[in-house]
Structures are given as C-alpha cells and as structure tokens.
C-alpha cells in the first residue's frame, strides 16, 4: 500500500488559514488522494479528494503538488469547530475494493 | 438526510457472549464496510460488502462474520467475543460512479469493551 506522512500535530489561531500538509512519495498514477476529518466522538467526514489538479469546495482547498509526491489541504479561515484529526489517505484498487487505508493524522488545534 | 445509523453505540460484554452491531444507511449505496479504531493503529478495515450477498474479508477480519442480506443493512457479528475486540468500531458506505469512490460516509461509532 502506499504511503503517507503527515505530521502528528499543528496549532492554529482562530480565523487565519491552515495549510496541513501531506507526503506520499510512493503514490501510484491512479491513487486519488483523499482527505477525511474526525471530530472528537464522531466517525470520520470527507473533506476532499483530487487526483492530479488542484480542487475546491466549501470546505477546503486540495492542492496537489506537479510531482504528486506531496499535497496540502487548505482551510481558508479556521474556526473552533475545525479542530480535528485529519487524515490524509491515498486511496486504492484491489478487485474492485477500493480501500481507504488510514494512518493516525494529524491533530489540528484552533486556538481562540 | 443521509446518514449510516449504528446500533449499540457503546456497549459492554463479556468474553464469549455473542454480539451484533447494526449499521444501516439510507442513501442506496453499494458498498459498506466495517472499520476498527484503536490508538496508534488509526482505522483498519474488517469486511466489506460490495453488495447483496457479497462480501469479503478486510485487513483484520478474525474474530468477526458480516452478512448483507439487504442492501440498507450490514451487521457486524461476533461470535465468541475476546478482549482484544474491544476498539471503536464504525460502519461505512459509499456510492460506486465510474469504478472510482464516491464520498465514504460513516456511522457515529460503537464502542465496544469486552471483559
């Protein structure tokens, strides 16, 4: 399976944008990489996903570095109700299941 | 609105007494899995259901049986329950477009603890 890496943990202030960051060297040319939130006591939420171009949609910005070696996800404008574990994952093929094979994210903390 | 049901959302047992958690969603989805969360190990799948009466073994699937007998609904059964089943467990479905995933949603979790 492919990879990815993400750091464990990050602060940010309330109301100014979070760039989180992702690596996944190892990607394969049809991997989409996908991010899912959890928020505390809850299962984990789709934020975005993309494949090569960078994405948009209400909730975030995917951009997707040219190499697709590294990706970010942008929150345009935190707000106490973004803190959460984010998870980069790279999704995969395997006779027709597509599988989203999560590793431990990154803890995003808002601070008022 | 759509949303993946889960039921017990806790629920405590002993060792050996057999068990299900119910998952249902409403949004005529294809695809279903069952997750397991554990600290430091993030989410591993268990089974997954591809759809009516297929289903197939995830990375963990000892310990575990899944049925899909209806498409809204996947339980999750365990037979002879042991302590290192106890995790949070969630229940996830998705729409199948293209051959590629469609947005995973997931249920609001069981945690269960086995004695």
């Known amino acids: 399976d492919a990879k990815t890496t993400q750091p464990n943990s990050m602060e940010s202030n309330e109301e100014e944008p979070v760039h989180l960051p992702c690596n996944h060297s190892t990607i394969s040319g049809t991997d989409y990489i996908h991010w899912y939130r959890q928020l505390p006591s809850q299962g984990p939420e789709y934020v975005i996903h993309?494949?090569?171009s960078n994405v948009n949609n209400r909730m975030a910005s995917l951009a997707i570095a040219e190499d697709r070696k590294s990706s970010t996800l942008i929150l345009h404008r935190a707000t106490l109700r973004d803190a959460a574990v984010y998870y980069c994952?790279?999704?995969?093929?395997?006779?027709?299941?597509?599988?989203?094979?999560f590793g431990t994210g990154t803890r995003l903390t808002i601070i008022p | 609105e759509a949303q993946v049901t889960q039921n017990p959302r806790y629920l405590i047992t002993v060792t050996g007494k057999k068990l299900t958690v119910t998952c249902s969603q409403n949004m005529n989805h294809e695809y279903m899995s069952w997750y397991r969360q554990d600290p430091g190990l993030g989410l591993r799948q268990i089974y997954y259901?591809?759809?009516?009466?297929?289903?197939d073994k995830g990375d963990v699937p000892e310990g575990y049986k899944v049925s899909r007998k209806e498409k809204r609904n996947f339980p999750l059964i365990l037979e002879s329950p042991s302590p290192n089943q106890t995790s949070l467990y969630f229940c996830?479905?998705?729409?199948?477009?293209?051959?590629?995933?469609?947005?995973?949603?997931f249920g609001p979790g069981t945690r269960l603890t086995v004695l």
């Open positions: 259901s591809m759809n009516v009466e297929v289903t």
């Open positions: 993309g494949l090569t």
């Open positions: 994952i790279l999704s995969w093929t395997n006779f027709g299941n597509e599988k989203l094979t």
């Open positions: 996830a479905s998705r729409g199948w477009t293209s051959g590629r995933t469609d947005t995973q949603y």
